[in-house]
């Protein structure tokens, strides 16, 4: 479903188990991040109503997480540490298209935005089927779960604006460019480390 072309390596949730608050901090920053990504399309394309409608659902949701993260956070006794960059985040944003008219911009912005829910959501899996805390692995089942949801508004909001553009070769474009890119993380305990 997520049409990603290469597998985080299982092994990558023990290594995110072994400093379970660093996890849980970097994870309710990108939780935090995803809701002003959700916020920052709305403002830039606000003549879309359904585009509005949807993405700021979404950006609540985001912002729920955020708030049940750090819910897991306090309740295991840690602190929600600083936010922290996002390289894999970063580095894929230079291949979006910074040139163009508006639409291909909205476009691109929303491909980069299903990209990302859709490695989370893979992460959200590992982490659901490989960590040993059996309230964690349920948490993550139903992040996994929004976070696939999240993947389907993006890409198909993409596809439904895309007219003149050819939305499928772009993703493909895309995903290609994600997999060789995520082949240089996988062994910090980050969600996308």
């Known amino acids: 479903m997520l049409h990603l072309k290469l597998d985080t390596d ?14 849980l901090s970097d994870h309710a920053w990108c939780e935090q991040k995803a809701a002003t990504n ?10 879309h109503e359904d585009l509005v ?18 819910k897991q ?15 894999y985040v970063n580095e894929l944003y230079k291949f979006m298209n910074k040139g163009g008219n508006r639409l291909q911009s909205m476009v691109d912005r929303l491909l980069f935005s299903a990209m990302i829910e859709a490695r989370s959501c893979e992460r ?17 089942y139903e992040l996994m779960v929004s976070e696939a949801g999240h993947y389907t508004t993006f890409i198909t909001l993409a596809r439904k604006y ?3 553009i050819d939305v499928e070769k772009r993703w493909q474009e895309l995903v290609t ?11 910090h305990g980050s969600i996308h480390g």
């Open 73 to 87: 956070i306090k309740a295991r006794g840690y602190k929600l540490g600083r936010e922290r960059k996002d390289h």
């Open 124 to 140: 959200f899996k590992l982490l659901h089927k490989h960590i040993e805390d059996e309230e964690l692995s349920q948490f993550y």
């Open 162 to 164: 895309g007219k003149g």
């Open 10 to 23: 299982p092994r990558w949730a023990k290594i995110a188990e072994q400093d379970l608050e660093e996890i």
């Open 177 to 187: 460019f994600e997999a060789d890119l995520i082949k240089n993380y996988g062994t």
């Open 38 to 47: 959700a916020i920052t399309i709305i403002t830039l394309n606000s003549e």
């Open 53 to 70: 409608e949807e993405l700021t659902e979404l950006a609540q949701e985001e912002l729920e997480h955020f708030q049940r993260v750090c």
